[in-house]
C-alpha cells in the first residue's frame, strides 16, 4: 500500500513563511490532494484543496508540480496559533479498492 | 447546522467488551468514514461507505464492524474490545470520495482496560 511522506516536524518563528511537502508517489490519475489542521483533542480541519499547479485561499497556498507526485502547503506570515499536526490526504488507489492515506503529519511548532 | 457528530465523547471498556461507537452527519454526505489516531501514527482508515447499505475495508479493519443502514448515520462496532484498540476515533464525512473537502468530527477517546 502505497502512502504518503511527511517531514515529522518543523519548527518556525512568527512572522515568517512555512513551506511543509508531501510525497505521493502512487497518487491516481483523477486524485486530488488535500490538506488538514489538526490541534490537540479536535478533528482535522479543512485548509486547502487543488488538483494541479497552484491554489491560494486566505489561509494559504498550495503548489503541485506537473508529475503531481508531490504537494507543498505554504502558510504565509505564521503565528502562535498555527502551532498544529497539519496532514496532507490523497486517494491512493490499489486494484478495484480505494484507499483514503493520510500522510504521518507534520508537528509545525512556530515559536515567538 | 451541527456537522458530524460522534457520540459518546469519551468511554473506558473493559478487555472482551462490546460497544459502538455513533457517527451522525446532516449535510446529506454519500461517503462517510472512521479513523484510528494513535499517538505518533496519524490517522489511519478502519472502515468506510460510499453509500447507504454500502461499506468497505479500510487499512486495518481488524476487530471491528461497521453498519450504514442509513444514510446520515455510521455505527462502528467493537465486539471484544482489546487493549489494542485504545485510541481516538474519528468519524468524517464528504460529498464525494475525490475531489471534496471531508468533515471530521471531534472524536471519541476509548480506553481498554
Known amino acids: 500500500l502505497a502512502k504518503t511522506t511527511q517531514p515529522i516536524s518543523m519548527d518556525s518563528y512568527e512572522g515568517q513563511e512555512v513551506n511543509i511537502t508531501c510525497s505521493h508517489n502512487?497518487?491516481?490519475?483523477?486524485?486530488?490532494i488535500t490538506w488538514y489542521q489538526q490541534f490537540p483533542s479536535q478533528g482535522p480541519r479543512f485548509i486547502i484543496q487543488g488538483y494541479k499547479t497552484k491554489v491560494k485561499n486566505e489561509v494559504a497556498s498550495l503548489f503541485i508540480p506537473a508529475d503531481r507526485k508531490s504537494s507543498t502547503l505554504s502558510l504565509p506570515r505564521v503565528s502562535l496559533s498555527d502551532t498544529a499536526v497539519y496532514y496532507c490526504l490523497v486517494g491512493v488507489s490499489e486494484g478495484s479498492a480505494r484507499q483514503l492515506t493520510f500522510g504521518s503529519g507534520t508537528q509545525l511548532t512556530v515559536l515567538p | 447546522n451541527a456537522g458530524v457528530t460522534q457520540t459518546p465523547k469519551f468511554r473506558v471498556l473493559k478487555t472482551g467488551q462490546s460497544m459502538t461507537l455513533l457517527c451522525a452527519q446532516d449535510m446529506n454526505h454519500e461517503y462517510m468514514y472512521w479513523y484510528r489516531q494513535d499517538p505518533g501514527m496519524g490517522l489511519r482508515l478502519i472502515h468506510y461507505s460510499v453509500g447507504e447499505g454500502t461499506t468497505a475495508k479500510g487499512e486495518v479493519p481488524d476487530g471491528y464492524n461497521v453498519s450504514r443502514l442509513k444514510k446520515q448515520n455510521f455505527l462502528l462496532g467493537l465486539e471484544s474490545a482489546a487493549p489494542s484498540q485504545t485510541s481516538v476515533y474519528f468519524c468524517?464525512?464528504?460529498?464525494?470520495?475525490?475531489?471534496?473537502?471531508?468533515?471530521f468530527g471531534s472524536g471519541t477517546r476509548l480506553t481498554v482496560v
Open positions: 502512487n497518487i491516481a490519475t483523477n486524485d486530488y
Open positions: 468524517a464525512s464528504s460529498s464525494a470520495d475525490r475531489g471534496l473537502s471531508y468533515t
